[in-house]
């Protein structure tokens, strides 16, 4: 079954950091671009940040831009997602999800929760 | 950046009805757009990519349509477990975007 579980996530001070990661199962890993995606509590779908295949390009949305690193393991099935200097507005629900052309954002994991608060 | 607007966002339909959900981007993009219906407290679901691929065991009531700068997801007849929020997706490449969601209720 393919599958991505993500884990990390936890209450952090305003300005504190955060290390999210997920794990992949089920498919060849080093063969898919992935994404970062988060949705605030009772807000919509919002894109964070990309991965290429190899790593060797990422994009980042401009509400996180400078603060958060994207970043994959290949031998470890593994992504990650490095917050700094986290806000308020931060606090959200991360999923990590495959990305592929044509077929999309394919494969979503279950999300971890991240919450922002003093 | 290239903007996408869905409408409406929110809508009331009665069971058996054809519903149909628009997402307008600000240019042309090209034939990568999806279709998401998320459940509450559930992961999103993919329904639709490239416009009208139909997602490995999504019912056939669902279907994409559009090119250019409109799409449209059509809900056939319309069923109670089509309570969701729906959301379009433009993945051609960076930025990606997220339509601002249509919640779908049944009457």
């Known amino acids: 079954e393919m599958q991505l579980v993500e884990s990390g996530g936890g209450l952090v001070q305003p300005g504190g950091s955060l290390r999210l990661s997920c794990a992949a199962s089920g498919f060849t890993f080093s063969s898919y671009e992935m994404h970062w995606v988060r949705q605030a509590p009772g807000k919509g779908l919002e894109w964070v940040s990309y991965i290429s295949i190899r790593g060797d390009t990422v994009y980042y949305s401009d509400s996180v831009r400078g603060r958060f690193s994207v970043s994959r393991d290949n031998a470890k099935n593994s992504l990650y997602l490095q917050m700094n200097n986290l806000r308020a507005e931060d606090t959200a629900l991360y999923y990590c999800?495959?990305?592929?052309?044509?077929?999309?954002?394919?494969?979503w994991g279950q999300g971890t929760m991240v919450t922002v608060s003093s | 950046d290239i903007q996408m607007t869905q409408s409406p966002s929110s809508l009331s339909a009665s069971v058996g009805d054809r519903v149909t959900i628009t997402c307008r981007a600000s240019?042309?993009?090209?034939?990568?757009l999806a279709w998401y219906q998320e459940k509450p407290g559930k992961v999103p679901k993919l329904l639709m990519y490239a416009i009208d691929t139909l997602q490995s065991g999504v019912p056939s009531r669902f279907s994409g349509s559009g090119s250019g700068t409109e799409f449209n997801l059509t809900i056939r007849s319309l069923q109670p477990e089509d309570v969701s929020t729906y959301y379009c997706?433009?993945?051609?490449?960076?930025?990606?975007?997220f339509g601002q969601g249509t919640k779908l209720e049944i009457k």
């Open positions: 999800a495959r990305g592929d052309l044509p077929d999309g954002f394919d494969i």
């Open positions: 997706l433009k993945y051609n490449t960076a930025p990606y975007i």
């Open positions: 240019q042309a993009i090209s034939n990568y």
